[in-house]
């Protein structure tokens, strides 16, 4: 089952531009993180927050929770053209095993 | 640090025919490990989780009988897809979380490459 859904389902900007990404989920958490994948390979964590944060920063990452509306924000700021990807959020629950459930994915596309 | 390897990353298979695909933890103890399975521009489904030492736990709608799980260290899984058929080509994913315990831990794990899986 699928816990998360992202949108945009895709997105495309030019180098340079914030990119932002949004994911809600469904149940209870312990904590989220988001995932990079480039096409065809495994994935790369990004970042992880915790239920009790509220903000998260990382380099050109910043990502957002807000737990009382189940959503959380990625924003990429002053994009590159190596940041094309598809982006998953995963969220693992309270009271369950530490297994991912993935959300659908944001594919982002960074023309230059 | 934190390397998960799958070996192999591309296979093909004639329908009929048995694939194993291996993950291992390059440097690191792995007591659990995960399979996940990806198609074509979609998300990751867990498949099941795989506890060294014991049986695996499948996520439901996975038939257990078709993709056999083995986690018999703790370094290496297995998934074995049994009587492959062309519905069975996906491109299939491990994931491996450090050791540690509690409900606080980061449940930050690591991806392996893939395998992507063409049956025939």
């Known amino acids: 089952s699928q816990q998360g859904e992202e949108d945009p389902q895709a997105l495309s900007i030019q180098e340079g531009e914030n990119a932002t990404m949004n994911c809600s989920y469904k149940t209870s958490i312990n904590n989220l993180q988001w995932y990079r994948q480039n096409s065809g390979r495994g994935l790369v964590h990004l970042i992880l927050?915790?239920?009790?944060?509220r903000e998260k920063h990382s380099g050109r990452l910043r990502v957002t929770l807000d737990t009382s509306k189940k959503s959380s924000s990625l924003l990429i700021t002053a994009s590159r053209a190596a940041d094309t990807a598809s982006y998953f959020c995963a969220t693992v629950a309270n009271q369950a095993g530490t297994a991912l459930i993935f959300g659908k994915g944001t594919t982002l596309s960074v023309s230059s | 640090g934190a390397v998960v390897s799958q070996h192999p990353s591309r296979v093909i298979c004639k329908s009929g025919t048995s694939v194993k695909i291996e993950c291992r933890s390059l440097?690191?103890?792995?007591?659990?490990m995960f399979w996940y399975r990806q198609f074509p521009k979609k998300s990751l489904m867990l498949m099941a989780t795989s506890n060294e030492g014991s049986k695996a736990t499948y996520e439901q709608g996975v038939e257990k009988d078709k993709f056999l799980i083995n986690h018999a260290s703790l370094t290496l899984s297995t998934l074995t897809v049994t009587s492959a058929h062309p519905e069975d080509s996906s491109f299939y994913i491990c994931?491996?979380?450090?050791?540690?315990?509690?409900?606080?831990?980061?449940?930050?794990?690591?991806f392996g490459p893939g395998t992507r899986l063409t049956v025939t």
């Open positions: 440097d690191f103890q792995a007591t659990t």
């Open positions: 927050i915790r239920s009790n944060e």
């Open positions: 994931s491996a979380r450090l050791p540690g315990g509690g409900v606080l831990t980061s449940y930050e794990q690591y």
